[in-house]
């Protein structure tokens, strides 16, 4: 597990940094083009790259939280010995989830901060919450268009009192592919935190092992 984990996490961060270049790049090539010319390139290449690049932070995000979890908890085994339960929850896992089963690893507080800065709030309005409005209603187009809001303000007793109607501008280009650099950069911090971790595990495998004292790790 620790092999495959640490193998895809790398190749997922990987890959996130190459779809920011790709942006860039299509930012500079475009820059000059047509409207039309424009709104052919988006269709053919921009928006299927721009709508998986800015879900991947979200899937690095819940990766590292289960590698994190399930490495502790079955790191937790050696050192629970027969009091360990093989109870650990099989999917939408958050922090909050695998909480229990990291708590007492020392390096897994810093691994847990590190891993709340990905795709946190400041991601979410730099991208106008295109995730959730790309699944839930209508996101913002990448290079060219616009996409009209409609937000209703509600008054007590649930009666539409006003509406407000608007119109998202596109995403652009060069803005995203730097927004998505800054989160390459937090998931590298993770990952390092990430291999600490693990290193903790390993040690604490290898004490367990050769029957030595443990001083730290074990299910809360």
Not at 80 to 85: H, K, P, R, S
Not at 120 to 138: A, I, L, P, Q
Request: charged share 25%; glycine share 6%.
């Amino acid at each position: 597990m620790l092999q495959e984990y640490a193998r895809e996490l790398a190749n997922a961060i990987n890959m996130m940094m190459a779809n920011a270049n790709r942006i860039r790049a299509w930012s500079i090539v475009t820059s000059d083009m047509s409207d039309q010319q424009k709104l052919d390139i988006s269709h053919e290449f921009v928006e299927n790259l721009g709508v998986v690049s800015l879900g991947q932070p979200y899937a690095i995000k819940s990766r590292f939280a289960f590698a994190a979890g399930m490495l502790s908890h079955f790191a937790n085994r050696s050192v629970d010995g027969a009091d360990w339960i093989d109870d650990f929850p099989d999917k939408n896992l958050y922090l909050n989830d695998i909480e229990p089963y990291c708590v007492q690893w020392k390096k897994y507080r810093k691994l847990k901060l590190r891993i709340e800065e990905i795709a946190n709030r400041s991601f979410k309005e730099d991208t106008d919450d295109f995730r959730n409005s790309y699944n839930h209603g209508f996101p913002s187009r990448f290079l060219i268009g616009q996409v009209t809001t409609i937000k209703r303000h509600v008054s007590l007793g649930n009666k539409v009192y006003r509406v407000a109607i608007g119109a998202k501008d596109p995403l652009d280009l060069e803005h995203l592919a730097n927004i998505l650099d800054a989160e390459c950069a937090k998931c590298r911090k993770a990952f390092a935190a990430f291999q600490a971790l693990v290193g903790e595990h390993i040690d604490v495998l290898t004490r367990a092992q050769n029957g030595d004292p443990i001083t730290s790790g074990g299910h809360k």
